[in-house]
């Protein structure tokens, strides 16, 4: 370990709330020295489909209601949560082929967006339909029914928005074969 890392403080996360979903299992299973899908490439379309007409609730504790004062003005906001079906003894992966296909290159773990990474918190930009109290419905989440909530921002394009995209030539791929009906 670095001397960097060993000046850092104890990290302790805590959820702040749940996700319920109509999505139950994982796309992406993380084995003993890869991803594996568990759906075909015609299944993983409609899964993302299904996943953008996906109406969730977010369900935060009782206790931190206070802290959503304000988020309805925003139209999307970033969720970050925790892919809790994926085994922690899967979490050592250092390189994947990007969503499990052999077809494409190995990949550093931090070039994809597996959840099986050291510390697998998750972040997704999705709309915001409603607030009701401490609830939360949004559209297009991705994560699966019970993921623990460990926070919650505001979308603001002046803070996250990047002029400029590039991507690697595998992952334009994986975008245009997703939006490609004829694939």
């Not at 960097?4 to 990290?11: L, Q, V, Y």
């Not at 949560?81 to 899967?90: F, K, Q």
């Not at 993921?147 to 400029?164: A, E, G, H, T």
Request: hydrophobic content about 40%; some cysteine; aromatic content about 4%.
């Amino acid at each position: 370990m670095s001397d960097t890392i060993k000046t850092f403080p104890e990290m302790a996360l805590r959820p702040v709330g749940v996700v319920h979903s109509s999505i139950k299992t994982p796309m992406l299973l993380a084995g003993k020295s890869d991803l594996s899908l568990t759906e075909r490439m015609d299944m993983i379309k409609a899964h993302h489909r299904q996943v953008e007409a996906c109406i969730c609730e977010l369900v935060i504790e009782p206790q931190w209601e206070e802290l959503l004062d304000g988020i309805e003005g925003f139209s999307h906001v970033l969720v970050l949560y925790w892919p809790h079906l994926i085994d922690p003894a899967r979490r050592n992966l250092r390189k994947v082929h990007p969503m499990g296909r052999r077809d494409l290159p190995m990949q550093g773990i931090f070039a994809t967006c597996s959840p099986a990474r050291p510390n697998p918190v998750l972040v997704s930009a999705v709309p915001l339909v409603a607030r009701a109290a401490n609830v939360l419905t949004v559209k297009g989440l991705e994560a699966v029914d019970g993921s623990p909530i460990i926070d919650l921002k505001p979308y603001s394009k002046n803070y996250l928005q990047v002029d400029n995209l590039k991507m690697p030539a595998w992952m334009e791929q994986i975008h245009r074969e997703l939006e490609d009906d004829n694939i």
